[in-house]
Nanobody, 124 residues
Framework: QVQLVESGGGVVQAGGSLRLSCAAS????????VGWFRRAPGKDREFVAA????????YYGDSVKARFTISRDNAKNTMYLQMNSLEPEDTAVYYC?????????????????WGQGTQVTVSS
């Protein structure tokens, strides 16, 4: 099993930046995909970004493309989400997640493991 723990959330003004981290423990594999989802109050869970652990191929949701950057450090079993130019609409609980294949990587239901989430609040 894989355990995921997010950190780095907080309160930031619009236009600011935050860097989220997701630390994995337990069994991990280079074929895994790790990603970020977010859930804002009253809204559906939204795909944010994902990265493959083998070649580092990245994927982004339309709402965050060009503002967020996902990366991973396989040696540390840690994945990061650098969030720049934050907007109030980015306010949400952010979750990291992992899955064992690339199929359906934009779909939350396809992910096997989830962290508990970290709150990101962007003030206007």
């Amino acid at each position: 099993q894989v355990q995921l723990v997010e950190s780095g959330g907080g309160v930031v003004q619009a236009g600011g930046s935050l860097r989220l981290s997701c630390a994995a423990s337990g069994r991990t594999f280079s074929s895994y995909v790790v990603g970020w989802f977010r859930r804002a109050p009253g809204k559906d869970r939204e795909f944010v970004a994902a990265i493959t652990l083998d070649y580092g191929t990245t994927y982004y949701g339309d709402s965050v493309k060009a503002r967020f950057t996902i990366s991973r450090d396989n040696a540390k079993n840690t994945m990061y989400l650098q969030m720049n130019s934050l907007e109030p609409e980015d306010t949400a609980v952010y979750y990291c997640a992992a899955k064992d294949r690339t199929f359906g990587l934009r779909s939350a239901d396809q992910y096997l493991y989830w962290g508990q989430g970290t709150q990101v609040t962007v003030s206007s």
